[in-house]
């Protein structure tokens, strides 16, 4: 590895770790007594690694309020920096530890929709676990993949975006069937719904685009509704309510719990209709043929076996093609 003489400078201007470390832990408690406990050291130990650290940076960090203390607007600046280090420092020793040390099991990071992860993981990942033991996965979930939080690095991501970042490989998955769904007990009350027309004017839960706009294109009950020619707006004014949410997992529930009908994503509900738990009212449904899921990949971890097998697994899963 090449040496490079600014590095070198950065390396011989930083402060202790030791001090550091000290620091971090006395401003997340605010107190050296709390942060002496917590690293099993002295409180006297604390107090010197933090003199020799203001020393260092030639300003105070904390000042004392009663028996606490409290940042300094330097201290506060010092702190956001350190503390988002430690936190990078400990997520690469712990995945090392993992992929590298003794005995190590394989880890990956797969980053998804909060109702991705809650209607279609879920009852899947058993599957997985059974079938590679020596795997551990870490789920992150989110609406907007193009902004994660800092030292977030996800090996996967299954996403509606054909080209998220850099350094991904993408490879297609499903289009989006999409159709109403109820409880059969909710269909049964209100048989009124087995027609478009019925539908218009019944309990509508309609998932709102706040929030979404990095999910590609948004298809609510007005774009649906549209596609056969009937307008949202020409509901009865004093009929049944229109419940908006930006949580499709709460509009789900809602539907499990007979409380109206709602837009069903068929790879996300195509289980419960499956189990008799969800029915289809009228038979018409929006297929988006123009556009795909995607699952993107590290491309620098192109031939790692514990990704290599979760993707195998997961088209599998999606009765598609293999992975290779």
Not at 30 to 59: K, P
Not at 127 to 150: M, R
Not at 253 to 280: I, K
Request: one cysteine or more; aromatic letters at 10%.
């Amino acid at each position: 590895m090449n040496q490079h003489p600014s590095t070198d400078q950065t390396l011989l201007k930083m402060p202790s770790l030791r001090a550091v470390k000290c620091f971090v832990a006395a401003a997340r408690h605010e107190s050296f007594t709390r942060a002496a406990e917590t690293l099993c050291v002295t409180q006297a130990a604390i107090s010197r690694q933090i003199r020799e650290l203001e020393e260092h940076l030639g300003t105070p960090l904390f000042e004392r309020v009663g028996r606490s203390v409290r940042l300094t607007t330097a201290g506060a600046i010092f702190f956001d920096a350190a503390q988002l280090s430690f936190i990078n420092i400990a997520q690469a020793a712990s995945r090392i530890r993992k992929d590298y040390g003794n005995n190590a099991r394989r880890s990956l990071t797969v980053c998804c929709s909060p109702a991705f992860s809650a209607l279609w993981m879920a009852h899947r990942l058993p599957s997985f676990f059974s079938a590679h033991p020596d795997i551990d996965l870490d789920l992150v979930t989110s609406q907007n993949f193009l902004s994660l939080e800092p030292g977030i690095h996800p090996d996967i991501f299954i996403t509606k975006m054909s080209r998220l970042r850099d350094g991904y490989v993408s490879m297609p998955l499903f289009h989006d069937r999409i159709y109403p769904v109820c409880t059969p007990g909710y269909l049964q009350a209100h048989p009124e719904i087995q027609t478009l027309e019925g539908l218009r004017h019944g309990v509508l839960l309609n998932l709102s685009p706040y929030g979404r706009s990095q999910v590609a294109e948004h298809v609510d009950w007005s774009v649906w509704l549209a596609i056969y020619r009937l307008d949202l707006d020409d509901r009865q004014k004093n009929g049944a309510h229109f419940f908006n949410a930006n949580d499709y997992n709460l509009l789900i529930q809602m539907v499990l719990n007979g409380q109206g009908v709602a837009l069903g994503f068929n790879q996300l509900v195509s289980h419960l209709v499956e189990q008799n738990l969800l029915v289809r009212p009228v038979p018409e449904e929006l297929v988006l043929e123009e556009s795909r899921h995607y699952l993107a990949y590290r491309e620098d971890k192109a031939s790692d076996s514990a990704l290599s097998r979760f993707k195998s697994w997961f088209f599998a899963q999606c009765g598609l093609p293999g992975a290779a």
